[in-house]
């Protein structure tokens, strides 16, 4: 079939709801969801959304802007920073408006507590910056979101897998998506495409990430042979229950949690002695594999434990329950009483589509590529530089989402119907007809789980040029052999298998760009931390990656970093 729809927005998270909810009643709009839209990983976040309201003690908005740029190491786009801290005040009004019920103080004003990298006083002390519903922020804020388009009338398409963008003369007339209900596939004819498609930490065998967050958004411009934007730096998040990699949000630290190694020392007092256990993710990672590395992982094992037990049976129940009852269902234990083991585990991309500040998609040269927009985790503003804040990301969705509905509208009349060439379905049926053909080739969760081994042994927290190398190399051969793979179902309702062996073909081309500009960039600096070049470098690194793939390989361009007020200064805590 064909459907017809002035905007097509991919992705029901938080971004593309904010992003729909702005452009529906003045124009026609389209939400495509691969899963349904409630179940967007948006729904998961626990922590909450930082906004300096200044409600439990004095904050402001430059603050933010700061600890945003220090955050991301100076790689952050600074004008991307000072529009995320400027706004989060409205915005985070505008959701208690909706009906987001927030946690409140006793005089009734929304709470606020501490998160990892957010300080009063450029960089003091950690201060009262985000605002949660107690450890399930995301879902509230998601369901009244959702209520919004609902109430809007905004034409959504649930389960409905994107395959294909469409462009003609370099234009977008559309896309093609499969119906998971029916098998069908179909051209969506549009005048803009926004991507909203969320995170691929599933490129990792640990992770935090939903089974859905497999980059198809980023793969579907890549296969374009549009640029991708620092996809080396790839967020780790210190506290993943051990062996499952499933979250306890920071928020156990931000409210009192400590992390102790075997000795039972705080062991953080050592690599951040101004704000301990509340430093940037990035460096509490590495801090935890060094403790392991030298010996003092939980009894010579390979994780950590995080201490909650100080906190007190009642503020777990109140702001805490949800990750309470992930511990005690996932590892019997009861964080009132026990300590629970903890490891690093993949979170989130700072990397993505490169995006402008009102979600166009850009080129090196910042260029506009006409009527694609892209907003969220599978974008790279660069706002989050090399390494994103706590509770800066849902804050993101919400801000960027609504400046890319705004910018659209603005733009829609100026943007012409494009003709859709004769058979746009052409590519994707093909891919669709291979993988259900194949007969003798592999499955394809076997090159799954290898693709995910391969970028967690080689390409995670620490990462060295021999190593890099031996990803990429693996990656081609996976990719070669992910060619052939064949499907055990062939039928055409929910065909599940068929959909994680699409997914996987996104995945792969994704992660030989993390890997190949992890190797290409010889320094350290927010996640991406390289063994062999430990010093961050200024001079000759201060700049963005730009990755495409060509005929012959990947090339690799460059970008610079927008800085406005804060010089790079040696990042310490
Ligand atoms: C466990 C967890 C806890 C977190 N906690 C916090 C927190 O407390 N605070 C914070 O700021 N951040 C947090 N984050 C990060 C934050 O939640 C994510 O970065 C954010 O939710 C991403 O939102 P999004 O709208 O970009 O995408 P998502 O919410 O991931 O949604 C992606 C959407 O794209 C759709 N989609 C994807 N591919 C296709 C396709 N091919 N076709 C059609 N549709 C497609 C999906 O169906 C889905 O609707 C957390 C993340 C995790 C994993």
């Known amino acids: 079939m064909v459907f017809k729809h002035d905007v097509l927005i991919v992705g029901a998270g938080l971004a593309g709801l904010r992003a729909a909810t702005e452009v529906a009643g003045k124009a026609d709009v389209a939400l495509i969801s691969k899963v349904y839209p409630t179940r967007s990983h948006s729904g998961a976040a626990q922590g909450g959304i930082a906004a300096a309201l200044g409600n439990e003690e004095p904050d402001s908005e430059e603050w933010h802007t700061y600890d945003t740029v220090k955050g991301g190491d100076y790689l952050t786009d600074q004008n991307a920073a000072e529009i995320l801290a400027k706004d989060a005040i409205r915005a985070v009004y505008e959701l208690e408006h909706m009906g987001v019920p927030f946690n409140r103080t006793p005089e009734g004003k929304i709470a606020q507590r501490c998160f990892g990298g957010h300080t009063s006083n450029f960089g003091q002390a950690p201060v009262k910056r985000i605002c949660y519903a107690a450890d399930r922020s995301g879902r509230v804020i998601m369901d009244t979101l959702y209520f919004e388009a609902v109430k809007k009338g905004i034409k959504i398409y649930p389960e409905f897998h994107v395959l294909d963008l469409v462009f003609r003369d370099g234009q977008v007339a559309g896309l093609v998506a499969y119906e998971l209900a029916t098998g069908e596939v179909h051209f969506f004819h549009g005048r803009v495409v926004l ?72 062991f953080m007092e050592r690599y951040a002695p101004t704000i301990k256990d509340l430093a940037p993710r990035d460096m509490v990672s590495r801090a935890i594999y060094t403790e392991i590395a030298a010996g003092r992982g939980i009894k010579g094992s390979d994780y950590v434990h995080l201490d909650l037990t100080h906190l007190g049976e009642k503020k777990l129940a109140e702001r805490l329950s949800d990750i309470s009852s992930f511990v005690k269902i996932y590892l ?3 964080p009132a009483k026990d300590l629970i083991p903890v490891h690093p585990t993949c979170h989130y991309m700072m990397g993505g589509i490169p995006v402008n500040t009102e979600g166009n998609v850009t ?69 669709i007809r291979q993988l259900r053909e194949n007969k003798k080739g592999e499955r394809q969760v076997v090159i799954r789980r290898q693709l995910q081994k391969v970028m967690m042994d080689g390409c995670s927290v620490f990462r060295e040029e021999k190593g890099l190398k031996k990803v990429v190399e693996a990656l081609g051969e996976l990719e070669k052999r992910a ?54 470098d200024d001079e000759h690194w201060l700049k963005h990656t730009l990755i495409r793939r060509t005929g012959q390989g990947v090339s690799i361009g460059e970008k610079p970093v927008t800085i406005t007020r804060f010089e790079p200064k040696p990042r310490t805590y």
Not at 252 to 266: F, H, K, P
Not at 396 to 420: C, H, M, Q, S, Y
Not at 488 to 507: A, C, F, H, Q, V
């Open 483 to 536: 060619n052939a793979i064949s499907i055990d179902n062939k039928s055409n309702r929910y065909n599940t298998d068929l959909i994680d062996g699409l997914e996987l073909l996104n995945m792969l081309p994704l992660a030989e760009a993390i890997a190949a500009s992890a190797l290409n960039r010889t320094e350290s600096r927010g996640a991406h931390s390289r063994e062999d070049y430990p010093q961050r």
């Open 363 to 431: 080129d090196e040269k910042n260029g506009i590529v006409p009527g694609l927009y892209a907003a969220g985790e599978c974008s790279c503003i660069s706002l989050h530089g090399a390494n994103r804040l706590g509770c800066n990301s849902l804050l993101d969705l919400v801000v960027f989402g609504r400046r890319a509905g705004k910018n659209i509208l603005e733009n829609l009349d100026r943007l012409a119907w494009t003709a859709p060439p004769a058979f746009p379905e052409r590519d994707s049926l093909e891919r």
């Open 332 to 334: 019997g234990l009861d």
């Open 195 to 266: 991507l909203a498609t969320g995170g691929y930490g599933k490129v990792y065998k640990v992770t935090s990430n939903a089974f859905a967050n497999t980059g198809d958004g980023p793969a579907l411009v890549y296969r374009q042979g549009l640029p991708l934007e620092d996809m080396e730096f790839v967020q780790f998040h210190p506290t993943g229950i051990y062996g499952l990699g499933v979250l306890i949000t920071e928020a156990a630290r931000g409210e009192g949690g400590v992390l102790r190694n075997t000795d039972g020392e705080r």
